[in-house]
Structure formats: C-alpha cells, structure tokens
C-alpha cells in the first residue's frame, strides 16, 4: 500500500524503531500508556540505572533493546547486588546496545491486542492471554479470562493510539501490543510488535476452521504438551478419535494437532477451539489426561 520508496522508507523505520524495546517505551510515554517505572539507557549505563531503581524497588528487570521471547532480559532483586556484585547481564544486545531498565511487576497476567492498520482505520482483532515461562512465549488464550477481561477496553484504546501513529508515519499493516496485568489488576503497556506475530496465524486457523460451523464466537488456546510416552501422529489422532476430542467441522470445535508430529513424538503442540473459554478449559484437561501430558 505505499505509493512511493520514500513513504515505505519512513514506514521501515517507524517499524524498526517501535520493534525495540527502548523506542516502544518511549512512543508509549508520548501515547499516554502507562508503563512500570523505568528508564532508557546505553549497555555502559545500565549497573547505575539499575542501582539507582533498586533504591526505589524490591526488583528489577533488564532488558536489551531487541531481545524476543524473554531471551537475555534479566530479573534483579536488591539481594543479588549487595556488596558491589556485578549485575548478570548476557551478551544480547552488545556493548554499545541500547537497554531498558524498569521496575518487576508483580505480574498477574501478561495478555496482549492484535490489531490492523489499513488506510481508513485501525482495526482490533483479537486479544487474548500469553502462557509465558521465564520471560518467554509459551501459549496463548483468547478471549481474555475472566480474570483480567476488564482490561479489554484499554488494551484496544492503546493499541488504537498506537495505530494512529504507526499509520501518521504511512505504515499499513498488523501488528501487536503486549501488556502486563499486576495483582491489583492494572494494565502496564510493555512491548508492541510491528508485524504478525505467534497468536495471529493460530487466529487464522481459527477462523477459517469454525467459518460456516456452529461455533460463530470461538474461544481458543495454542499450547505445547509433553506426553509421557512417545508415539506416531497416526497414535496421536487415533486417541482425539477415541475421546471425541477430535476437532469437528460442523461443531467447530475440538484439538487441532497444528504442527505435526514432533520429532521426540512427546512434545505437541496443539490448539484447542470451543465456544467459551471454560470449554477450551475443560477440553485442555481432557487432552492432558488423554495424551498423559507430563504435569497435566
């Protein structure tokens, strides 16, 4: 949709600005978003910015500019620094790489927007709740639970303002914004990712299986289970079969084995499609017994 090199240029570098940490954190503040106290910095920085907010919080976390999946942030507390210890910082990001310093929530829910950008409008798509361990994506659940659907009407009016400002500076597209839900149930603005992302293919899927079925209003997860004992697809479709756990077209609804079968034959990936979200519950429980995921 660009009409020109220079408009895509400009849209690249708005794209590739707001894909980093530090250019998200401050857009966001431009936006009005509420963000965890914290501050931008170079890596020669970041020991004396974390000092200086562990003064005024229990814990911190590190993050370099352009870190994915949790990969190289790094989780502080007052205790790891007594004495002058160093900070642990990994290589991502550099020597001379940007990093984001910002208080540790304590996180609820980490939950996210899925929106588009077109040439009249910024559309809202979906939103959900990311599975997440250590920092790291690990599924995701959509709608909102229960627990934190009253942040629903802000994550969009954020993920609107930031679409406004995506499309001033000509870009047209998907993209995501992610949050943080503490235990007082408050929304923290935290990344935005200027692309599709894991939750937008799973979506499609979605939509195009229960398109034409019962289901007009899918809830669905993605997930990733590790059965105790190895087995085939053929085995692994033939247990969705007995339980009547099997995705069914006209129902819409059901586990979809969406990635083939594993290589270790354990570890699966899967999504499972129902009409709320306590059935997409129900039925993860059922899986888990079923395919005697390790854990379930």
Not at 235 to 243: P, Q
Request: proline share 5%.
């Amino acid at each position: 949709p660009y009409p020109t090199v220079e408009a895509a240029e400009a849209a690249l570098r708005m794209t590739m600005l707001l894909n980093t940490k530090t250019g998200f954190r401050q857009t966001a503040e431009q936006l009005g978003m509420r963000l965890p106290a914290g501050r931008v910095c170079p890596r020669h920085q970041t020991e004396d910015v974390a000092r200086a907010l562990l003064r005024e919080h229990e814990r911190i976390v590190v993050k370099p500019d352009r870190s994915a999946g949790g990969y190289g942030m790094c989780f502080v507390s007052r205790d790891d620094v007594r004495g002058g210890a160093v900070l642990p910082l990994g290589t991502v990001g550099g020597p001379e790489g940007m990093w984001v310093v910002e208080e540790c929530l304590d996180v609820a829910e980490s939950v996210s927007v899925q929106l588009e950008v077109t040439t009249s409008a910024t559309h809202a798509l979906f939103s959900g709740a990311m599975r997440t361990a250590h920092g790291s994506f690990t599924g995701y659940a959509s709608p909102l639970p229960l627990s934190c659907a009253h942040v629903a009407d802000e994550l969009e009016e954020w993920g609107e303002a930031l679409g406004r400002h995506l499309a001033d500076h000509g870009y047209a597209g998907p993209f995501g914004l992610d949050a943080l839900v503490d235990g007082d149930g408050v929304a923290y603005a935290s990344e935005s990712n200027i692309r599709r992302t894991a939750t937008t293919t799973p979506h499609t899927m979605v939509t195009r299986l229960t398109a034409g079925s019962a289901n007009t209003h899918p809830a669905w997860s993605v997930s990733r289970g590790w059965a105790r004992d190895p087995m085939d697809f053929d085995g692994a479709l033939a247990r969705l079969l007995a339980s009547r756990l099997a995705f069914d077209p006209d129902r819409g609804e059901g586990v979809v084995l969406y990635a083939d079968a594993p290589p270790d034959g354990r570890s699966w990936r899967y999504a499972v499609i129902a009409g709320s979200a306590g059935d997409v519950e129900e039925q993860e429980h059922a899986l888990a017994e079923v395919f005697a995921f390790e854990g379930g």
